[in-house]
């Protein structure tokens, strides 16, 4: 019996990463599209390196300079004022940890602003400890989106922890109703390779069985791409240059 659970793990296990791999791959693409409006995916094993996807949308894009850095918070007032007529208004800024680190509660406007506010608080800020939730309450107070921190990671087959959500980005989204994901049925399903066996999972997502010589084998296929609603009113903060 002992052994026989063990085949049975073995195989399920395989499954299971089969399952698992787009959905990975997909929160990668969305974290990159998210964060720098596009993204471009290959096939690992082709040597021609030919694109699957290659997505660039039309995010209205903006670089502040080193100047902005100090005073990066009244930037961040006077620029979503001017944007207002256009893209209406913003209900949450998205960024990593790090970026939250580094520009938000690390720039001496912060603690300089909103002393005065954060009144028994104050002790985190000084020590650098200051939550983000803490933080995100301060702008809402002063007219500025919620924070909402991504620090999400996707576990790759050879075990590394890949980082979805880039450094020095930062989103604004006027809703969280964002994007839906488009499916497509893959032709394999109505056109399948003989002496193979195929099944279907969430998403029209074709799962294929087969052995020869060599071994046993599982493939799948996923004909998934994101769909933004509205990427023309989603503004993105690219501080590359005023971090360098």
């Not at 052994?3 to 499954?15: A, G, K, R, T, V």
């Not at 602003?113 to 009144?119: E, T």
């Not at 980082?163 to 488009?182: E, F, G, W």
Request: glycine letters at 6%.
């Amino acid at each position: 019996r002992t052994i026989l659970n063990e085949i049975i793990d073995f195989i399920y296990d395989d499954y299971r990463q089969v399952l698992l791999a787009p959905h990975k791959r997909m929160d990668v693409v969305v974290g990159e599209m998210l964060m720098t409006g596009k993204s471009k995916v290959y096939l690992a094993d082709n040597k021609e390196n030919i694109e699957v996807l290659d997505v660039e949308l039309p995010f209205h894009f903006m670089a502040p300079e080193v100047a902005a850095k100090n005073n990066f918070v009244t930037y961040l007032q006077q620029e979503l004022e001017k944007l207002k007529a256009k893209y209406g208004v913003f209900q949450k800024m998205i960024m990593s940890r790090g970026t939250f680190v580094k520009n938000i509660i690390g720039s001496s406007e912060f603690g300089d602003k909103f002393k005065m506010q954060l009144s028994a608080n104050e002790m985190y800020l000084s020590t650098g400890l200051i939550s983000s939730a803490l933080a995100s309450n301060i702008f809402t107070g002063i007219g500025l989106p919620a924070i909402e921190i991504k620090e999400d990671y996707v576990e790759t087959q050879n075990g590394e922890n890949v980082q979805i959500y880039a450094d020095d980005r930062i989103t604004l989204l006027r809703s969280d109703n964002v994007l839906r994901m488009r499916h497509h049925k893959p032709y394999v399903m109505t056109d399948p390779v003989p002496g193979r066996n195929y099944s279907q999972s969430e998403g029209q997502m074709s799962i294929c069985n087969y052995r020869d010589e060599e071994g046993r084998y599982m493939e799948y296929t996923a004909e998934w791409i994101p769909e933004f609603i509205a990427p023309n009113k989603i503004v993105n903060i690219d501080l590359s240059t005023m971090n360098a």
